[in-house]
């Protein structure tokens, strides 16, 4: 059994400005304030939180969508990766960025949902402006 959740928030920046620092190893590690290493292309890995978050891209949209495995090292060995979509939408020179977050051990949703939101939503309001 996994979860689901779906967190949002509205940024005063474009869709372009957070894609490309969503792929940027520098600049994810500005916007959350630890150790990110990312890669811009397909099939590309990823880590981020100082190696707590790891995955893969899967699909890339550019300013518009990106697809990656999720995991934490909260996860058990045995729990397969959960998919995080991130999705960018541009309106009036601000950014409604969107993740829907699935495939999470059961029981751990709740944590995941808060964490969006206290470890990168809240620090990326104050790095974007």
């Known amino acids: 059994m996994t979860e689901s959740i779906t967190v949002s928030a509205l940024f005063n920046t474009s869709a372009q400005k957070i894609y490309q620092a969503w792929l940027n190893s520098h600049e994810h590690s500005g916007f ?3 150790e990110a290493v990312v890669s811009a292309r397909k099939g590309g890995k990823f880590t981020a939180w100082d190696g707590y978050i790891s995955g893969k891209n899967l ?3 550019p300013f518009r969508r990106i697809v990656q495995t999720w995991r ?3 996860f058990n060995e ?3 990766d959960s998919l ?3 999705h960018f939408e541009e309106k009036n020179d601000k950014t409604t960025v969107t993740i829907n ?3 999470i051990p059961k029981g751990q949703g709740k944590g995941y949902k ?3 939101t206290d470890f990168y939503f809240l620090p990326m309001k ?3 402006g």
């Open 101 to 103: 977050h699935s495939n």
């Open 78 to 80: 045995n729990d397969p």
């Open 59 to 61: 699909e890339l949209t």
């Open 126 to 128: 104050e790095y974007f």
């Open 72 to 74: 934490t090292t909260d």
């Open 32 to 34: 959350t304030g630890s």
């Open 84 to 86: 995080i979509e991130i």
């Open 114 to 116: 808060k964490g969006w």
